[in-house]
């Protein structure tokens, strides 16, 4: 994890109009800068960012946060990868918390392994763009193939000499590791020599969310007698196939924009795709769809459109990821090329406007494309027919998130309709399914855990009325001052900060966010790290940050006007900083004590004898006490 030393160093040197005017072009408009949306189509620019809050917001969508969580959602990063963009690009050198011996050797052989891939892929793009053999064999096949040159190089595309040992050659003139080496795949060894494992072939660079290379896959030029038609880097510390969806750094952007991903299973379909000008495309590499694949698409859309070939074998692999992106909630839909084709071949054939027509005509909901093959092949067979009645069922019990409710009952509907059995039935046989599957969760679980899960429920009433009483307003007014005005003095010996913890050493916070950003601050400021609204804004807790904005963010602002109208007044540059922190500590204070003044009221209702009566009117007195010198230093009657 990286240090909070490191993330503040980070976000001090942020700013956010040169980070995302990377991504999106501004124009100056008043205190703020305004673009059009990179998160949807929109002709008149909503998008706002505001330097002085280092904030965005559009307007037309709704999306909003700072510069970390920009670069989250533009660029599909985790929070980490983030940080480390901008670490880079800021020139911070990150300071990671405690790690093992264990994860430092991973670390250390992963970066070694990407930079092996990274210095592989320059050799081996400059041998098919710069080398004779190269432009003579790859360069040509490719050309042949229809790829310009301008995608070549967007997709890094390279060859490798047929030598046997041209790269690997290179690789040791550069001291990298043997070892490792044999580790990419990149080589193998033959009688004690390091040699080239792609000799001879096309290699396609396989890319990770932030452009840093993970593997190869390497095609024979032409037909492939007896050798693969592609081989590919072997499982190794950064890749694991399961977990990689070729081209999904060069379609992420385009996904989000259109909300929907085309799936399709080779590398040429692509390249061939984002050529023809239909960049929301990414290849499953010619394997069956993994669940992690499947949460790698729902990261950018919920909506997923699968385009395989028409024969049997692309129906079939197509059917084999149904049910997991079921339960990952993707909508999915199909779309066979017809038969002899493949995505690469047809929208050359038909070009780019006739493919996107031809999508959007054939496009099949998934589900039903299942219970039309299924019936097919089922027949007049009765015994089949019940079986796949069963298989509907389950298939419809995995859709279970609340929100898609609707969706299921109508596939119930549908299925119901075309197997001709009744609605009804097909519903009590999907719940079925959908107990059989819990009950079968539960019995996993520890039993500790199970009674747990009971007793929440049982707690569900009591949390719904808890809710009424909790002190949100002077929670988040407390918390408000102290991110705005903590690190100012509060007298020759300490900070507002101070004053504010120490004033309420004795009390807590309702709400458990407020409580956390709360020990979060003191332990912050206890460590010497300066922290306010922005620093805390690029904190790791996602959570976490929303909450800073909705405590710190307000709707409406006062005009700057209105210094110009109320002469001398210094209405907004005035500073009202102590009045405030005594205001918001006296007021939580004051709800603080009502509610123990309340609890207090039900322990003397329900006390057994006399003493225990006297001990608690002992404290109504105290409460009553500290109550009367919080109104008088606020100046406030409470009427009883």
Known sequence: MISPQTIQQITSRIDIIDVIGEFVKLKKRGANYLGVCPFHNEKTPSFTVSPAKEIFKCFGCGKSGNTISFLMEHEKYSYVEALKWLAVRYNVEIEETFVSDDQKQQQLAADSLYIINAFAQKFFSEQLLSSEEGQANGLSYLEERGFRKDVIEKFQLGYDPQSGHAFAGAAIKQQYNGELLLKTGLVVERNGNLMDNYRGRIIFPVHNNTGKILGFGARVIGKADKAPKYINTPENDIYVKSRILYGSYFARQAIDKADECLLVEGYTD???????????????????????????????????????????????????????????????????????????????????????????????????FQLEVL???AGNDVTRKNEVVNQMAETLSKISKAEDFTKQQE???????????????????????????????????????????AAKNDQTAFDDNTLINQDDPQEK????VLLEHGLKKWDEEQTMAQYIISELSQFQFDDPMHEKLFDLYQSQYEQGLEPTAKTLMYYEDEAMRTLVVNITMNKYELSQKWDEVMENMNILNRDTSRQDVVMSVNYFKLRKIKKMFEENQRDMAAAKDFEEQMKLIEVHKQLKDFEVQITKELGTVILK
């Open 375 to 377: 019936l097919s092949e």
């Open 477 to 480: 007014n407390l918390l408000k």
């Open 270 to 368: 692509v390249i061939s795709l984002h050529q023809a000008g239909i960049e929301n495309v990414v290849a499953s590499g010619g394997t069956s769809l993994t669940i992690d694949q499947l949460r790698l698409v729902r990261k950018y859309t919920n909506n997923l459109t699968i385009i395989y070939d028409g024969d049997a074998a692309g129906v079939k692999a197509a059917l084999r990821g149904l049910d997991m992106a079921i339960e990952e909630g993707l909508n999915v839909r199909l779309v066979l090329i017809p038969d002899k084709e493949d995505p690469d071949s047809y929208v050359n054939k038909i070009g780019r406007s006739a493919f996107i027509d031809f999508i959007a005509s054939t496009k099949k909901d998934f589900i039903l």
């Open 411 to 453: 596939y119930i509907r549908q299925c119901a309709e075309h197997l001709k059995i009744d609605e009804s039935g097909m519903t009590n046989l999907v719940n079925k399914y959908k107990r059989d599957r819990i009950a079968k969760d539960e019995k996993k679980l520890p039993f500790e855990e199970t009674n747990f899960n």
